[in-house]
């Protein structure tokens, strides 16, 4: 059976020197693990579009999408993601828990205390390197 391969966006939101970590929820695949906020990206959408439709969607919030920040592409048992996350500023609004179980505002140092989606630790390595230290 050929795995099927899906586009995913995601956030990294900065809150001066933390960023924002949402929870899964219980009741979906990768079920409690921690992840950047985004998802799947339409037929005709663009990653940003995408990008500004499912932190809407998920946050009640509106972002501003800048730089991509990492590219990754993960196997799953049952699917092939490729991840794009990219630097985006809080534009509009307080993020609200709609869809995730919880969310937290984290520093890079306290990564290693949350467990993340597999697909997201090439890129959690790289921001530990990149903005680890301050």
């Given at each position: 059976?050929?795995?099927?391969?899906?586009?995913?966006?995601?956030?990294?939101?900065?809150?001066?020197?933390?960023?924002?970590?949402?929870?899964?929820?219980?009741?979906?695949?990768?079920?409690?693990?921690?992840?950047?906020?985004g998802g799947k990206?339409?037929?005709?959408?663009?990653?940003?579009?995408?990008?500004?439709?499912?932190?809407?969607?998920?946050?009640?919030?509106?972002?501003?999408?800048g730089e991509v920040?990492?590219?990754?592409?993960?196997?799953?048992?049952?699917?092939?993601?490729?991840?794009?996350?990219?630097?985006?500023?809080?534009?509009?609004?307080?993020?609200?828990?709609?869809?995730?179980?919880?969310?937290?505002?984290?520093?890079?140092?306290?990564?290693?205390?949350?467990?993340?989606?597999?697909?997201?630790?090439?890129?959690?390595?790289?921001?530990?390197?990149?903005?680890?230290?301050?």
């Amino acid at each position: 059976m050929k795995q099927k391969s899906v586009e995913v966006v995601a956030a990294l939101i900065w809150q001066g020197e933390k960023f924002l970590i949402c929870q899964r929820p219980k009741d979906k695949a990768r079920a409690l693990l921690w992840e950047f906020v985004g998802g799947k990206v339409e037929a005709g959408e663009t990653k940003q579009a995408a990008l500004v439709r499912e932190c809407r969607e998920e946050l009640d919030i509106m972002v501003g999408v800048g730089e991509v920040f990492a590219e990754v592409t993960h196997e799953y048992p049952d699917l092939i993601v490729h991840l794009t996350l990219f630097h985006c500023t809080l534009a509009a609004g307080e993020p609200k828990l709609l869809e995730h179980n919880d969310m937290k505002w984290i520093l890079p140092s306290e990564i290693p205390a949350y467990e993340f989606c597999p697909a997201d630790e090439t890129i959690l390595e790289k921001l530990v390197r990149e903005y680890g230290a301050r």
